[in-house]
């Protein structure tokens, strides 16, 4: 089944909200019932946060795990098939030469890339061509012209925003990259 | 090495990636397309990538691109170009900028995007590029214009700039206010006692992981608290809130970011975190990296040389 990054978003913050709210009832009716004052409501969001965070963790991982390109060799073998239907025929010549010269992986799938050649195409294109990778839960990033994150989102999921202008080091680092992403997966 | 011998190591270097991307079979249909340029670019861009991490990484990438790109570097030829053409010679003097940031290659930016612009070609992209170079630059003044310039492009607002002057050229960074969109300068002393620098991005999962290990460490937390020096690399990121909030939280332990790379001699290689010792103002030892078991053995025993 072909999922749109429209619907994509839109079941995200349904289970969102379903998260958030269940914890912040779950924390207000252990409030009530053990009278005490000292249940917060910063400390329910905390675990709110915390949840969504693993839940939407989870969900990434389930992503990379399904998608149809986890491998150098994956890549090379959808390269010479993919016809008019590919969502990388969304780019120009020069951008998908560089987004697929980009592509890194490891044991779990996609680790790196390079979301410059993405700027400029609509969320439901680049959502697709993430998808090939598993990596679609980042979409809104690389949708980001600015780059500009609100605290809450930093709050909620700190290790999916990708730090943009680096990439993964072997050394288990950070390592500056004009155009590329380090990512939580590496 | 003499500098000639240099550039023709560097160059052989860039014509033996142009025979190997055309001999390997990852190449896509796409890249059949190509013009000449282009093609120049997808190479110039592998070479970059391949010498990604590497302490010369800036110098080889400005030699190349001068051998390559700075031919079409002027008014007239841009001109003369197509608009695809115009539009890969602007990225390579985009990553160029990128790795070795320097007035001239901020000048080819600048042609650049002025023709693309005469076109009405210029791409929310491009104009977002050339104002994240002008931001690693530190054109602070040049920046403020380009935005006033460029509403419809809904760049993010220029960051507020306080400039002191006696802050002298080693150890400057920016430091990020808690609560505006403000930068101000300032100088760090490293020189004298032992320290620890810790080369380190908020939004870095490693130095993210390795400041939860640290903390939870009361021994290596006192050691950190009092003798450590955080500073993120001068890259191109101008949103200033995951600073605030790393400063939020690791209140003993903010995160500056660097003015200019050479401003730290002592980086070889930007990579985050990167923890460097110092005793007196010379490097005794370096820990790279955070690995899902953490580094606190290697930490530990760096501290110990510093008599911390």
């Known amino acids: ?186 | 090495m003499f500098s000639w011998q240099r550039n023709v190591a560097t160059l052989s270097l860039f014509f033996s990636s142009i025979i190997a991307c055309q001999l390997s079979s990852a190449s896509t249909p796409s890249q059949e397309k190509l013009t000449p340029v282009e093609q120049s670019y997808i190479k110039f861009d592998r070479l970059v990538r391949d010498n990604s991490g590497k302490a010369d990484e800036a110098r080889q990438a400005s030699e190349v691109y001068q051998s390559v790109f700075s031919v079409y570097q002027s008014p007239w030829k841009l001109r003369s170009l197509t608009l695809r053409d115009v539009q890969a010679v602007f990225m390579a003097a985009d990553t160029v900028d990128f790795y070795d940031p320097s007035d001239r290659h901020i000048t080819d930016m600048r042609l650049d995007y002025a023709e693309l612009s005469r076109r009405g070609a210029a791409t929310l992209d491009q104009t977002s590029a050339f104002y994240g170079a002008l931001f690693q630059a530190r054109k602070f003044e040049e920046m403020t214009a380009f935005y006033t310039q460029h509403k419809s492009a809904q760049l993010p607002k220029p960051p507020l700039y306080f400039a002191k002057a006696d802050v002298g050229q080693r150890h400057v960074v920016l430091d990020v206010s808690s609560t505006s969109n403000t930068l101000t300068v300032r100088g760090d002393d490293i020189d004298h006692g032992s320290k620890i620098l810790v080369i380190s991005h908020p939004l870095c999962h490693f130095s993210q992981n390795a400041m939860r290990a640290i903390e939870a460490n009361a021994e290596l937390r006192r050691v950190f608290d009092q003798n450590s020096v955080w500073v993120s690399p001068p890259d191109r990121n101008l949103d200033l809130g995951p600073f605030q909030e790393w400063k939020k939280n690791h209140r003993e332990a903010p995160i500056s970011i660097a003015l200019n790379q050479a401003s730290w001699p002592e980086v070889q290689i930007w990579q985050t975190p990167t923890f460097i010792f110092l005793r007196e103002g010379k490097v005794v030892g370096e820990v790279i990296g955070w690995p899902v078991e953490g580094n606190v053995k290697a930490l530990d025993e760096e501290i110990a040389k510093i008599g911390l």
Not at chain 1, 94 to 99: D, H, Q, Y
């Open chain 1, 1 to 186: 089944m072909r999922h749109t990054y429209q619907w994509r978003l839109t079941q995200m913050k349904v289970t969102t909200s379903l998260l958030a709210s269940l914890i912040v009832l779950g924390a207000s009716f252990a409030g009530l019932a053990a009278n005490s004052p000292r249940v917060s409501v910063p400390a329910s969001q905390d675990a709110a946060s915390a949840l969504i965070a693993k839940e939407m963790g989870t969900r990434a991982n389930i992503d990379l795990a399904l998608a149809p390109i986890q491998s150098t060799s994956a890549l090379q073998s959808y390269l010479i098939a993919h016809d008019s239907s590919s969502p990388l025929n969304a780019l120009s010549p020069l951008k998908e030469a560089l987004f697929v010269q980009s592509l890194q992986f490891d044991h779990r799938g996609l680790a790196a890339y390079n979301y410059g050649p993405l700027a400029g195409l609509s969320s439901d294109e680049v959502f697709e061509i993430l998808s090939l990778f598993g990596a679609q839960s980042q979409t809104e990033q690389v949708l980001e012209k600015t780059g500009t994150h609100t605290q809450t989102e930093n709050l909620i999921t700190p290790n999916l925003i990708p730090l943009k202008g680096f990439r993964c080091g072997g050394a288990h680092t950070c390592l500056s990259d004009s155009t590329a992403a380090c990512t939580g997966n590496c």
